[in-house]
C-alpha cells in the first residue's frame, strides 16, 4: 500500500478473503491488519456519509469509532431486532462487490422528520410514504458521498449502481441482491450521533 492508497490488487484481495466461504474446519477470519485497513475504509466513508447527513439535516452528525468483523449474512439477520430500513447499491465499476446500509425505523423516522423541519422529538414506529422517501434520499446521499470518499482514497472512479431501499420487519425472510445466508461479510459497525 504506498501513498496511503490501496492497489486494485490489494482491494480484490480483502474483497476475496472477507467473501469466501472457508473449506478449512476451523474459520480464520480477516487479520488484523486487514481489519484496520477495513476499519479505516469503513471510517473515512461513514464520516464523508455523516458530513452529509449533517448538511441535510443542518445538525451536527458524529460517528463513533468503527468495530469491524466478520460474519455470514444469516448470523448478521439473526443479530438485529426489525423493523429496519435497508439500503443497498452494488459496485458497477472501480471496485466489485455490496455496500449496505441499516438503519433502525426509529433513527429513520427522527432523521425523515428533522428533514421535514420537524425537531426530531416523537419519532414513530413506522414510516409513512413521505417518510420513506425522505430517509431514502438521506441514506443514498450518505452511501453515494461514501463511495466518493473511496473513489478519492483510490485515485480512481468508483461508480455504483442505483440503490436499493427497502423496510425489514419482523418476521420477513430477508434477501439481499447476490448475497446468499453463508456468504461472508465484514461488517463495519458505527454509532451514529445527531
Request: charge should be negative.
Amino acid at each position: 500500500m504506498g501513498d496511503n492508497f490501496l492497489s486494485q490488487e490489494e482491494i480484490d484481495s480483502l474483497l476475496k478473503k472477507s467473501m469466501e466461504v472457508d473449506n478449512m474446519e476451523e474459520e480464520k477470519g480477516i487479520s488484523d491488519e486487514e481489519k484496520d485497513i477495513m476499519g479505516e475504509v469503513g471510517n473515512i466513508s461513514m464520516s464523508t456519509a455523516a458530513t452529509a447527513l449533517s448538511t441535510l439535516l443542518n445538525k451536527a452528525v458524529n460517528i463513533t469509532t468503527p468495530q469491524v468483523l466478520t460474519t455470514t449474512f444469516k448470523e448478521l439477520v439473526a443479530e438485529f431486532e426489525t423493523p429496519y430500513i435497508l439500503l443497498q447499491v452494488q459496485f458497477e465499476s472501480g471496485l466489485r462487490g455490496t455496500n449496505v446500509l441499516l438503519m433502525n425505523i426509529r433513527d429513520a423516522s427522527i432523521i425523515a422528520n428533522l428533514m421535514m423541519g420537524g425537531d426530531g422529538s416523537n419519532p414513530n414506529e413506522e414510516l409513512s410514504e413521505i417518510e420513506l422517501s425522505a430517509v431514502s434520499e438521506a441514506m443514498n446521499q450518505m452511501i453515494g458521498s461514501a463511495s466518493t470518499a473511496i473513489s478519492t482514497m483510490l485515485s480512481r472512479p468508483v461508480d455504483i449502481d442505483p440503490p436499493f431501499t427497502q423496510i425489514w420487519n419482523s418476521g420477513d425472510e430477508m434477501s439481499l441482491q447476490g448475497i446468499a445466508n453463508d456468504t461472508k461479510i465484514v461488517r463495519i459497525s458505527f454509532r451514529l450521533n445527531i
